[in-house]
């Protein structure tokens, strides 16, 4: 769990990417309504130090939570992240610079279209048995060298790996259907 939510790592499905967010949504709310809020009515640099961190602890629980569940989806969460902020801030920085016409609101609602498709992305897409981490990076310039991945694959003793083939693809007998399924989803 500390992974999830501190480390930028692990893995995490839908549901408990939505408990957890709503879990750090609910008691971040709280946090900054009951607990920093007598503070506002006095001012001055604590608020302000008070509010940042428990606005920085926030996002860096809520930037890890993601990558978990963008990690279970089967997607690099490096370049998703980043690829969000990079559309999000050009929308924003349009909103910004076109301010009070027709064009700005325009971008306004399509951060808010972008945030939104985003979260259902996050939240219904179903989680992956693949691992991102075992596919090479495609930053990595060196040469793939196919013997010695090859060889990784093999058995210690240099044979090949035994698979059950009636674990690949089976037949539904029970269901008295013979059509073909890969693992629990299908084919």
């Not at 750090?24 to 900054?32: R, V």
């Not at 058995?155 to 090949?160: E, F, L, N």
Request: charged share 15%.
């Amino acid at each position: 769990m500390i992974e999830v939510l501190f480390l930028f790592g692990g893995r995490l499905g839908r549901l408990g990417y939505f408990l957890i967010g709503l879990a750090i949504s609910i008691g971040g709310s709280c946090l900054l309504i009951f607990g920093l809020g007598p503070l506002v009515e006095s001012g001055g640099a604590p608020v302000v130090l008070a509010l940042a961190v428990t606005g920085l602890a926030i996002l860096w629980m809520s930037l890890s939570l993601q990558a978990a569940r963008i990690r279970d989806i089967g997607l690099r969460p490096l370049f998703v992240i980043l690829g969000f902020v990079v559309l999000y801030t050009v929308l924003h920085g349009g909103k910004m610079t076109m301010k009070n016409t027709e064009l700005g609101t325009l971008f306004a609602w399509s951060t808010v279209a972008l945030q939104v498709i985003f979260g259902f992305f996050l939240l219904l897409m179903p989680g992956s048995d693949e691992d991102p981490s075992d596919r090479p990076d495609p930053l990595d310039d060196r040469p793939l060298d196919r013997r010695a991945s090859m060889m990784r694959k093999l058995g210690s003793d240099g044979s090949m790996p035994q698979v059950r083939a009636a674990a690949i693809t089976s037949t539904r007998a029970s269901q008295g259907t013979t059509r073909q399924s890969f693992g629990r989803r299908g084919i």
